[in-house]
């Protein structure tokens, strides 16, 4: 009796061996979605990511050494807090441009950044708006002092903060000319029609 279930008991085994093979043996082809994201996971294991590489998010932060932090200067503290993160700055251009010409002033503006050596992507937003997004956050009140600067700059937005271009200066100086230029029109005006009534 014992002979009668061993062979069948050795069948049973030896299919089940040959299915184990067949199963790690599927072809590549034959792979589905789970399949891929199994293999996927397996690959993620073995395999040593470096820092820079992982999403910004689970990267490590870069410790801030208070000691050397000065207080009467929070722009330092704002630029070590975003030193290896993203950064976006907002930027309007001055007058009533059209959206290409937007993009050729910014772009002036990105290639002056790329020679000194900033890593800076531009996206245009609007007719008169452009983001500069940074990699590294802690560099972006340089450009900011870059982009204020520049005669077409009507103001940067850095971390909620408005800092006013030289765009927006010589915006206000041409809206004082002529609201004086206008007074001063008026008053000509009322000293002539004085005069008359007085001949």
């Given at each position: 009796?014992?002979?009668?279930?061993?062979?069948?008991?050795?069948?049973?085994?030896?299919?089940?061996?040959?299915?184990?093979?067949?199963?790690?043996?599927?072809?590549?082809?034959?792979?589905?979605?789970?399949?891929?994201a199994?293999?996927?996971?397996?690959?993620?294991?073995?395999?040593?990511?470096?820092?820079?590489?992982?999403?910004?998010?689970?990267?490590?932060?870069?410790?801030?050494?208070?000691?050397k932090l000065?207080?009467?200067?929070?722009?330092?503290?704002?630029?070590?807090?975003?030193?290896?993160?993203?950064l976006?700055?907002?930027?309007?251009?001055?007058?009533?441009?059209?959206?290409?010409?937007?993009?050729?002033?910014?772009?002036?503006?990105?290639?002056?950044?790329?020679?000194?050596?900033y890593?800076?992507?531009?996206?245009?937003?609007?007719?008169?708006?452009?983001?500069?997004?940074?990699?590294?956050?802690?560099?972006?009140?340089?450009?900011?002092?870059?982009?204020?600067?520049?005669?077409r700059?009507?103001?940067?937005?850095?971390?909620?903060?408005?800092?006013?271009?030289?765009?927006?200066?010589?915006?206000?100086?041409?809206?004082?000319?002529?609201?004086?230029?206008?007074?001063?029109?008026?008053?000509?005006?009322?000293?002539?029609?004085?005069?008359?009534?007085?001949?």
């Amino acid at each position: 009796m014992e002979v009668r279930w061993a062979a069948p008991l050795c069948l049973l085994l030896l299919l089940l061996v040959s299915g184990a093979e067949q199963k790690k043996k599927k072809d590549i082809r034959d792979y589905n979605d789970a399949d891929m994201a199994r293999l996927l996971e397996q690959w993620e294991k073995d395999d040593d990511i470096e820092e820079e590489d992982l999403p910004e998010h689970k990267r490590p932060s870069v410790p801030i050494d208070f000691s050397k932090l000065d207080p009467s200067n929070p722009e330092n503290l704002l630029k070590m807090t975003k030193k290896g993160k993203t950064l976006m700055i907002f930027v309007t251009v001055s007058g009533n441009p059209t959206e290409k010409e937007s993009e050729e002033i910014t772009s002036l503006w990105q290639g002056s950044l790329f020679n000194a050596n900033y890593d800076v992507q531009r996206f245009i937003v609007g007719s008169n708006r452009a983001i500069f997004m940074l990699r590294d956050g802690s560099y972006a009140w340089e450009i900011k002092d870059f982009l204020v600067q520049q005669e077409r700059c009507t103001d940067v937005t850095v971390e909620g903060q408005v800092f006013p271009g030289k765009g927006a200066r010589d915006r206000d100086t041409q809206s004082e000319n002529k609201s004086k230029s206008k007074a001063g029109k008026k008053k000509n005006e009322d000293t002539k029609s004085k005069r008359k009534e007085d001949l």
